[in-house]
């Protein structure tokens, strides 16, 4: 039978991408068939239920983003258990947003704009995705652990977001390392930080937010997949190994360095703690915020 690989995004998004990638290696490596099943909609939990309530044979995974972690803290209610319900099984891939500033902001450095912020405070505007998004998240936590003030402004996705960040309305944001590339190379956006625990190698002069003082921050996109919940373990480890295996395949590198992201396979046991420390931190940092969708 062939393997349901549901994505809870619309085509052509990270998500949508990777699993395609993983899905057609898997397909070779298993000797199924696998279907990519996009179930965009409610913030992702309209594809997350279903695979939540699937039957736990192995015929249905979902290939799950850092939204996963954070919908819990969001919403008054779920359909699902965003951990009791689903078996991780890996996790695939992890990628940096970068804090940038235009370049009117007299800063060159974590340090500098921390120093400019507390001289200005709720002065400095900031832009997002959205609200509750991963961008306003990632600032939302870099201003708890550097205790600063500033006017959030969120916006209808990243690129309304990036366009008034370039145009100087907006002063800084954590963009999406390929979304804000091109302006950084061209000099239009100042890069002074990395979100996550390491640097990477499309920037590697730009420091991580960790190395500028604020260990143990840490604000990634992290993309993984999950089976529900009660799955066989003899499955999820046959499903862990064929994906970390589908992991060495060139074309689906390309496809994962091609948007700054790093592999970052590991144990199902692994995933699974991983999961929960994202669920319980970003349940503080939405906490702190404010940040609700209705």
Known sequence: RPVRFIVPYA??????????????????????????????????????????????????????????????????SLPYDPIKDFAPVIRVASAPNILVLHPSVPASSVKELVALAKARPGQLVYASSGNGGGSHLAMELFRSVSHIELIHVPYKGTGPATIDLLSGQAKLMFGGLIGTLTQVRSGRLKAIAISTAARSALLPDVPTVAESGYSGYEAATWYGVLAPARTPAVIIEKLNRSIAASLQDPKLLQRITSQGADPAPGTPEEFAAYIKNEVTKWAQVVKHSGARVD
Do not use: W
């Not at 179930?39 to 309530?53: D, V």
């Not at 015929?59 to 983003?65: G, L, W, Y």
């Open 11 to 76: 085509p052509g998004g990270g998500a949508d991408t990777l699993a395609r990638g993983v899905g057609n290696s898997l397909s070779e490596i298993l000797g199924h068939t696998v279907v990519i099943d996009n179930r965009g909609g409610g913030g992702t939990i309209l594809g997350s239920e279903m695979a939540a309530k699937a039957p736990p044979d192995g015929h249905t995974i979902i290939m799950v983003a850092s939204t996963h972690a954070v919908v819990s803290s969001l919403y008054k």
